[in-house]
């Protein structure tokens, strides 16, 4: 169980577009879910932590207009990479926390953005 | 978050047990010692995690001092499948979320 979907897996836009990446739990049902980022070589850092029907809360540093996240529902959030530029290339990784367990957090496979 | 200590990097023979050490000096009472692994260009694996006692499961086991001031993560038979980056990291309890350090890149070679 406590399987994480990301898609898509990798994406390539042109600077000034959008993009959305989703993020599901598919066996069970998430509170919160949590943005990461990526840079090669580098260890993932927290972009936000997403709870269901609320707003998102952004760490120090993350643009909350260029990082639309979206957590409608118990099982899906999304994350919007609004007018993007080639600096937003990265890998996006997503996680969710299971609704009332104390379980792990589970994590999806991520999402390889590429900004021309 | 506690803060944790690292190797940068490890080698380990294919079949050999692979010890992979962890320093949380300053983990508090209620913290526990998580482990996830991230494979390249995939998201992080949950490995295993314990509080104060020893742990085994299916992919590892998890020794943690009596002091539990620093742990080991042991994969008994590693494989070129569990080259990777290992990640040790404390936190008040499950579902918090996780703040990743450098982790030690473990490398499986034949």
């Known amino acids: 169980g406590a399987v994480v979907s990301q898609h898509p897996s990798w994406v390539i836009c042109k600077s000034g577009t959008s993009v959305k990446i989703e993020c599901r739990s598919l066996d069970f049902q998430a509170t919160t879910m949590f943005w990461y980022r990526q840079f090669p070589k580098k260890s993932l850092m927290l972009m936000a932590t997403?709870?269901?029907?609320?707003?998102?809360?952004?760490e120090q540093g993350v643009e909350k207009d260029k990082f639309l996240i979206n957590h409608a529902s118990l099982t899906l959030s999304t994350l919007t990479v609004t007018s993007a530029h080639p600096e937003d290339s990265s890998f996006y990784i997503c996680?969710?926390?299971?609704?009332?367990?104390?379980?792990?957090?589970?994590f999806g496979n991520g999402t390889r953005l590429t900004v021309t | 978050d506690a803060k944790t200590t690292q190797p940068p990097s490890m080698d380990c023979a294919e079949g050999r047990a692979a010890n992979l050490p962890c320093n949380h000096s300053t983990i508090s009472g209620n913290e526990y010692v998580y482990w996830y692994r991230q494979i390249h260009s995939q998201g992080p694996q949950y490995i295993i995690h314990?509080?104060?006692n020893n742990e085994t499961n299916e992919m590892a086991s998890l020794i943690i001092t009596e002091d539990r001031k620093s742990s080991t993560l042991i994969l008994p038979h590693a494989t070129l499948r569990d080259t990777a980056v290992y990640y040790c990291?404390?936190?008040?309890?499950?579902?918090?979320?996780?703040?990743f350090g450098g982790g030690t890149r473990l490398m499986v070679k034949p």
């Open positions: 990291i404390v936190i008040p309890n499950a579902g918090n979320m996780l703040t």
């Open positions: 996680s969710a926390l299971r609704q009332g367990g104390n379980s792990p957090l589970h």
């Open positions: 997403s709870n269901e029907g609320s707003k998102a809360t952004y």
């Open positions: 314990g509080l104060k």
